[in-house]
């Protein structure tokens, strides 16, 4: 994460955080036009929701009905919970590989040290015990990335095999515990018809939306991964950015273990491992630069949506999980081809 670039010619405001590379050219006010310019990765993001729900209604009628459309966007939102710390991280310029079993050992100390009761003071000790651990993985990997300069790809790679590791030893291979009940009340449960999963999504995306907005810790973001350097030169301090980034990842990691924990009534191992790639899909899909410096939230909600929809219409034309792989990657490629097209990607 210390890669040279060019200093940029003028200070670097990333306003809104959909809005396109400064430099592509693109967001010139006028009119219609100007507002499509600018905000082009949202129109495609959300525009790709609306075609795969036509394509699912055509392919399965009863797709389209108002309680599969919910239960669509409750998939979605332990999807956009995980790819909300994904995001964070991407716009620094890096990745985060070890949500998989990150997500995984959080649940699985959800499981284990919570047991089978409900017992207010044991369940909350899990729950902290869960969420801890995860946000310090995520605080390890920004220190190997800030301090000793590791690659991002290779630091969160390396750790995600050495939580795979410490699971199998915790668990023998075999986890014990099913979810506790509020775990599954979070995931399932609903309040005047709302599922708690939404809300709970609503509430993130609403506080993490608004710190990439409207925090100082935002704008050091968007200022970190469009030139660590120039940032550094500016003030910012980028190891304290980087490491927070991480955290965050890892947080929201642990809180998805939770969520899927309580969906599926227990954890189990390997349970993150189809998370990963979809996550990053999620993030390139609404429009956030994998270079960093540019995106946001708002696209990734658009991305998760339109990824969970994408499984569902390709598991109506029975598509198996292999070419499922092959067509995310294809789709995060061709995002990257057109969102980098138009907005000049740097080197």
Known sequence: MSGAGTIPARPQDPGPDTGPDPRSGEGVPGGARGWLGQNRPLVIAYGLILVL?????????????????????????????????????????????????NLNFAAILLTQLGGSGDGAGRLAYATVAALLAATATGVVNGLGIAYLRIPPLVMTLGMNAVLLGLTLVYTNGSPQGRAPGFARELAIGRLAGIPYALMLWAVLGTVVIVILRRSVFGRRLYAVGNNPRAAYLSG??????????????????????????????????????????????????????????????????????????????????????????????LVILAMLFVYGRGGRVRE
């Not at 409750?74 to 716009?91: C, D, H, P, R």
């Not at 990691?253 to 899909?281: E, K, N, R, W």
């Open 53 to 101: 729900v036509v394509a699912a209604g055509i392919l399965s009628p009863g797709f389209v009905s108002p309680a599969n459309l919910r239960q669509q966007l409750v998939l979605a939102s332990f999807l956009g919970t995980i790819a909300a710390g994904q995001t964070i991280v991407v716009l620094t310029g890096g990745i985060d590989l070890s949500v998989a079993w």
């Open 236 to 329: 910012v301090p980028v190891r304290g950015v980087l490491v927070i980034a991480y955290a965050a990842c890892g947080l929201c990691a642990g809180l998805t273990g939770i969520l899927l924990t309580g969906y599926s009534s227990q954890s189990y191992l390997g349970m993150g491992d189809s998370y990963v790639l979809p996550s990053v899909a999620a993030v390139v899909i609404g429009g956030t630069s994998i270079l960093g410096g540019s995106g946001g939230y708002t696209g990734t909600i658009a991305g998760a949506i339109t990824v969970v929809l994408l499984q569902n219409t390709l598991s109506i034309v029975d598509i198996g999980q292999a070419g499922r792989s092959i067509i995310y990657g």
